[in-house]
T-cell receptor, first 115, second 112 residues
């Protein structure tokens, strides 16, 4: 069964800490995405990547950075965590081979609380 | 910018009845329309999708219809069961960028 694995289900961090959220996919997908999900706000795109070492800003990149050194791994970094970054973070991957977008596969999510 | 509107935000139906969720998209270049189901504490999961060269697609109790002229597509669930209770998201591909634009979600409640 194909998978997107997020390293932690729950995290509690202190304000000002540097936080790393890790995501690994085993489907050889080109595209990877980080979203945050908050009640009433749906899915908001933070960053995405079309290839190794490539990254593009999404709708809400402020306060975040990403790293994609290997095709299967996409990391989200909170440089200095703040309480307004308390949220559910979802990683997803997809293939767009032959010019055709296919559905995303999501991880189970990481619920981050910043105190 | 491009967007997808999804209605209703909450839908409550009696077990065994049908449920319909509707989405409207703005990007005329969109050609791929997936639907996702998110259960409590889990990530969204793809349940059905449709491409612009097809008007309808069915998979057991779930069907999706697409009207390209009106730029809207709908999810139909027949003979609803308690396990259908979840949040459902529609999405549309964003032109040629291989990204998806998401609807805001519909919370489906199945009453016993």
């Amino acid at each position: 069964d194909v998978k997107v694995t997020q390293s932690s289900r729950y995290l509690v961090k202190r304000t000002g800490e540097k936080v790393f959220l890790e995501c690994v996919q085993d489907m050889d997908h080109e595209n990877m995405f980080w979203y945050r999900q908050d009640p009433g706000l749906g899915l908001r795109l933070i960053y995405f990547s079309y290839d190794v070492k490539m990254k593009e800003k999404g709708d809400i990149p402020e306060g975040y950075s990403v790293s994609r050194e290997k095709k299967e791994r996409f990391s989200l970094i909170l440089e200095s965590a703040s309480t307004n970054q308390t949220s559910m973070y979802l990683c997803a991957s997809s293939s767009s081979s032959e010019g055709m977008l296919r559905g995303y596969t999501f991880g189970s999510g990481t619920r981050l609380t910043v105190v | 910018g491009e967007n997808v509107e999804q209605h209703p935000s909450t839908l409550s139906v009696q077990e065994g009845d049908s449920a319909v969720i509707k989405c409207t998209y703005s990007d005329s270049a969109s050609n791929y329309f997936p639907w996702y189901k998110q259960e409590l504490g889990k990530g969204p999961q793809l349940i059905i999708d449709i491409r612009s060269n097809v008007g309808e697609k069915k998979d057991q109790r779930i069907a999706v219809t697409l009207n390209k002229t009106a730029k809207h597509f709908s999810l139909h669930i027949t003979e609803t069961q308690p396990e259908d209770s979840a949040v459902y998201f529609c999405a549309a591909s964003m032109g040629s960028n291989y990204q998806l634009i998401w609807g805001a979600g519909t919370k489906l409640i199945i009453k016993p």
